[in-house]
């Protein structure tokens, strides 16, 4: 017995061990099986061994990419339609019988998203009057303008810009009623900037934009125009029995420098509101200090939700386009010069606010 005592206490030891081996591994595997092991995507350890962005962070990423090259479409426009109409009949403090028609639509479209601002915008007005003394209707106003303008995002207010620039007129015009021959008509003349610069827009409000290399180009299409020299373009040259030379040019070209500077505020007080548009161009080649201006605005006072009232002021001066000044007052034309060309309209009428 004292023999067989230490062998069965080696036995139950080492049974005791095995069971206690096997609880402790059986336990640890139970734990295993509650534990929630996370799926393993296999594209987030590449082959490179790099560790990729959480997922959270791809689809951020992905987020701002798609911000990047998609915008927002945005249209301001305003329509005015203005009409008068007067009537005599033996009236003792005399007058003439007419009626007036004038509409003006000024429209904006622009995209923009956070690197790109692209503005489209158009200026038309047309003006017709019908008086008792004269023959048919004769035109009052005429304008055609569009501007494009594209940048790119050079900082929060700041833009890389491409500007083209386009203004003529629809209609022919002529210098005194009943005259026959037009001096200006559709495309005689058309002025047409393409300026590469910069553009600042510090609020929806003002908008500056420089042009350090701009080209300007007027053009006279009306060879009768063009061989008088009309706008600023090479003249015909005749021999001294009159016979023509050769014809005028009907495009002109300019190297220089550009300012567009625009600011709308549609309420500066309570029914008032401006538009304003000063450009101005400098030929680097050619007399750089006799500066081209173009400045027009347009003052609206709302006078309940449809009526309002708008003042158009308009003043160019051109240092290429010369005009017949008579100096004595016997109405013959004694010199060609450049003038301040002024141009003022009023009217009363429907207004049709077509912003979005």
Partial sequence: MRKLLPVSILVLGFLGFTQTGSSKSYGFLHNLDSLEIPAVDSTVVPATGELTPPTDSIVKQKKRRNRDTTGIWSFQGTSTV??????????????????????????????????????????????????????????????????????????????????????????????????????????????????LGFNYVPNTKLDVFLGLGTLKSTVVNDQRLADQGAYGVQAAVYDDLGQLLTPGKKVRSEFGGYMLIQYRNPRIIKN??????????????????????DFSNVISIQLNEYIAANINIHMKYDDDTKMGIDVDGDGQVDKYAAKMQFKEVLGVGLNINLSQ
């Fill in 82 to 195: 203005n009409t008068n109409q007067n009537s005599f009949s033996y009236w003792a403090g005399g007058g003439q019988s007419s009626v007036s028609v004038a509409t003006v639509l000024n429209a904006v479209l622009t995209f923009t998203n956070e690197t790109t601002n692209w503005q489209n915008q158009i200026d038309m007005s047309y003006g017709l009057m019908n008086q008792e003394s004269v023959p048919g209707w004769n035109k009052t106003d005429d304008a055609l303008a569009i501007s494009s303008k594209y940048g790119k995002r050079a900082s929060k207010t700041l833009f890389y810009s491409l500007l083209f620039n386009p203004a003529t007129q629809f209609q022919p015009g002529y210098e005194m009623i009943g005259d026959s021959l037009p001096i200006s008509k559709m495309l005689a003349p058309l002025y047409a900037e393409t300026s």
């Fill in 272 to 293: 008032l509101g401006i538009q304003s548009r000063l450009e101005l161009f400098s030929n680097y080649l050619n007399n750089p200090g006799n500066i081209d201006i």
